[in-house]
């Protein structure tokens, strides 16, 4: 089935190509949603399923700052365990609510769970294609919505969870405020800060609200982080030939592997490209972050393309190892370079994890750490576990300019304090 997750975002130019839908030879006609739908079926439920633009413009942009965002109306999320089965939720009657009255009860009543609107989600075009014309709430009986209320709902879950995440960022950072100089500049960040702002990195502003909290880093900010690294080493021209950063996308592609046999060909275009580089541009390092999935846990990782041996620093020293990222990797290195590389496992010295949370934020150190002769940050220490991360969010706010009242300060990432 389709991934119905993005609704509001339409190839307008695509749309108007098209004939309309027979809905005479469609609509009520108890005919199964297609797997593959004709793209006019497919547009007539999604025009229908679209978040409204007045709906929108009722509820916080992207670019209000997080302040403002915390004290803006958001509606509540529940958490009740008994709904009735998603069939039975739409109706044949037409909706009974104008926009105002909707904006307005959306406004005011807590939403519905997230299990009950992704289960609505997977339900709706097929009772689109079956005719019916609305959507209940079993909480509200009375009230008929129009269908875009289903994905409306999904996306004010994703603000209310959004708020939350800036709420617990907030309290993490007034918690240290007057003993941490970094967190009164955060404080004052947040005044003017963008709770979604897009980065020109790709990424958005929400997904560091976790460096200034108790949480995992998440694979944006990791990518994020890597390239602010990228960018000091490219400082240093002399050396920057000689060592590599690779970002997500290199175990994206290094795990789409299923055998040894794959790399004997090159199908990749990403990993043609960073083959070339390594193989005639002079490179001697290759260095990634790459997510432990059975453990929820960041490594930092070296191939060593002198030495000829990948090797890998885990904070927590755990029993076992991440077998797939080293088989797989080991993989590309010896079918492209045509050399035996060998597991060395992990000897990278790197910052002892006390919590369960620092993970991407020592792997991370661990890379500046290494490439010594570049970089050579002091090694991470748990002591100064809340400096490093109120850190590397005033550094990621600076290196975007995304507060540009803050834009001439630097951050130092040294750990000699």
Known sequence: ??????????????????????????????????????????????????????????????????????????????????????????????????????????????????????????EVRQAILDGKLSVLDARYPYIRFPFWIVMTWQWLIGLADAREEWKAAEDWVNARRGTLVAADVVARRLLT??????????????????????????????????????????????????????????????????????????????????????????VSELWFTALWEEQK??????????????????PLSMSGNPHGIVRKTLWWLQNRFNKSFRNKGNVLTCGTQTDGNSCGFIAINTIAHHTEHTLGDGLWTASLRFHDRLDWFNLVCTEYDINNCFDKLTWSLEYSR
Request: aromatic share 8%; net charge positive; with cysteine.
């Open 297 to 314: 846990h960041w490594l930092a990782f070296k191939c060593d393309f002198v030495a000829l041996t990948l090797s890998y620093g885990d």
């Open 193 to 282: 800060l963008g709770w979604n702002t897009q980065l020109v990195a790709g990424e958005q502003t929400l997904q560091f609200a976790r460096a200034i909290s108790d949480r995992m880093a998440v694979d944006g900010m990791m990518d994020v982080m890597v390239g602010i690294l990228e960018k000091r080493i490219a400082a240093k021209p002399r050396l920057m030939s000689q060592i590599v950063l690779v970002q997500r996308a290199f175990m994206i592609e290094i795990l789409k592997a299923e055998r040894a046999e794959d790399y004997k060909e090159v199908k990749r275009p990403y990993l043609a490209a960073l083959e070339g580089k390594v193989k005639h541009g002079g």
């Open 1 to 122: 089935m389709t991934d119905h997750n993005v609704v509001d975002v339409l190839d307008s130019d695509e749309e108007d190509q098209l004939p309309p839908l027979n809905t005479r030879e469609w609509i009520g006609k108890n005919k199964k949603y297609p797997l593959h739908a004709p793209k006019n079926l497919e547009f007539y439920c999604t025009r229908q399923l679209r978040v409204p633009k007045e709906v929108k413009g009722a509820f916080p942009d992207n670019g209000l700052s997080v302040s403002a965002f915390l004290r803006a109306v958001v509606p509540s999320k529940s958490y009740g365990l008994v709904f009735p089965a998603p069939k039975t939720c739409f109706s044949s009657e037409a909706p009974n609510m104008d926009m105002g009255q909707a904006i307005e009860h959306l406004k005011t009543k807590s939403l519905p769970p997230i299990k009950y609107v992704d289960q609505l989600k997977q």
